[in-house]
Each structure stands twice: as structure tokens, then as C-alpha cells.
């Protein structure tokens, strides 16, 4: 129904409050789907409009926004920092911009972590010392400390974008340790882990 949302948001502010008669129009223009969606769409707009659904005696009031288009959470704009760019999408870009238009530390700390991101998903070991200046010079305590940790292991920073070798491995059979070791509270003791490490495939309710 998504292309169809905005001719709905439309007639919706034209005063149309009807579900029936804005699932026919919508229908002629195409829409193959099911007559509940566009219920759904309408009592969403009701509820925006504070005009209880179902309520044919009173006109919903014009609604400024679409109730139905959700804002992108905090997560989602992180993940999209790290996204390469032919996969960002426009209305979050247009939300970035928008959240740090005119403030200096957050332009700097979407631009510090972009190209902190491609150097990774690059290997660009030559950005790394331009991009620590970058980061110390920015007067935010946070790029500034993330800086300084970085320069205090700095040979495994430079192995980690030149070599092909990875500790994943090993972090991953850590992990695989320690969640038995919880299940059982800390009381297991070497010879149980063992034989349920050993066994683990071998187990079913395991």
C-alpha cells in the first residue's frame, strides 16, 4: 500500500474520512490489496486527527504529518553511519542532515564515523594516523579518548587493517566456554565443561 499513502494522506485532509470510498478510489488506481489495510491506514489517521474510528458525525482534524510514517529509531541511524554509502537511505540521510545541520559536534562525529567506518571496511592503513589527528583535534571527549585507546595498542590497530589473520576464532570459542559455564551457574568445574564441550554435538538438549 506504500504507494499509495500519500494520495490517502491527501484525500484524508480534503475532509474524505470514509475507508470504503477511499478503498475504491485507490482501487481504480491500481491498489490489489485488501480493503483491512486501508481500514487500518484510516483509523491511524483518526487516531491522529482525534477523531475516534468509526465516528461518521464529526470531522478529524487536519493532520500535519503522516502519523504512519515512523520515525527511524536511534539504532537505525547508527547502523546507518556505518553503511556504505550506495546502501543509505535517502529519508535517513535527509534526517542526519537535518539533526546536525549547525552544530559543530555532531557534523564532526557523523563525518569522524564515516570515515572511520570506510577505513575499516576499506583497510585504508594509511588513513589511520590522519584520521587520530582528525578525532583528537575535535574537542569532543569521546573522539578524543576512543583516539588515545586506539594509539595505546596502535601495532594491533595497524595489524588489523594490513593483515588477513582475525582472533574471531578464538573469541568465538570463548564465547562458546562461557555459555555453558552460565548455564550451570559457575559451579561447573573443568572435567563437566570438557565432556560438554567434547559431547555438545553429540547431545540433543544441547
Not at 478529524?60 to 556504505?84: N, Q, S
Not at 535517502?90 to 563525518?111: A, F, N, P, W, Y
Not at 588513513?127 to 601495532?155: T, V
Request: net charge positive; aromatic share 8%; with cysteine.
Amino acid at each position: 500500500m506504500d504507494p499509495y499513502k500519500a494520495y490517502l494522506f491527501t484525500r484524508w485532509n480534503e475532509g474524505c474520512r470514509n475507508a470504503a470510498q477511499l478503498f475504491r478510489e485507490i482501487q481504480s488506481r491500481g491498489y490489489a490489496g485488501e480493503a483491512t489495510t486501508v481500514r487500518e491506514h484510516v483509523r491511524a489517521l483518526h487516531q491522529a486527527g482525534g477523531t475516534p474510528s468509526g465516528n461518521r458525525t464529526q470531522r478529524g482534524e487536519h493532520v500535519e504529518m503522516d502519523p504512519t510514517k515512523r520515525t527511524p529509531t536511534l539504532r537505525a541511524l547508527v547502523w546507518c553511519l556505518l553503511r556504505p554509502p550506495e546502501d543509505r537511505k535517502d529519508e535517513h540521510e535527509q534526517i542526519l542532515g537535518r539533526i546536525s545541520r549547525g552544530q559543530d559536534i555532531l557534523e564532526k562525529t557523523v563525518s569522524l564515523a564515516r570515515s572511520f567506518a570506510a577505513m575499516i571496511r576499506e583497510r585504508q592503513e594509511d588513513q589511520l594516523d590522519e584520521w587520530l589527528k582528525r578525532a583528537q583535534s575535535s574537542s569532543n571527549h569521546f573522539w578524543c579518548n576512543f583516539a588515545a585507546g586506539l594509539e595505546q595498542d596502535l601495532d594491533a590497530v595497524r595489524a588489523a587493517l594490513t593483515q588477513k589473520w582475525s582472533n574471531g576464532p578464538t573469541e568465538g570459542f570463548i564465547n562458546r566456554l562461557k555459555c555453558p559455564k552460565r548455564q550451570l551457574y559457575g559451579r561447573a568445574k573443568v572435567d563437566l565443561l570438557r565432556k560438554r564441550l567434547l559431547w555438545q554435538d553429540q547431545w540433543s538438549f544441547t
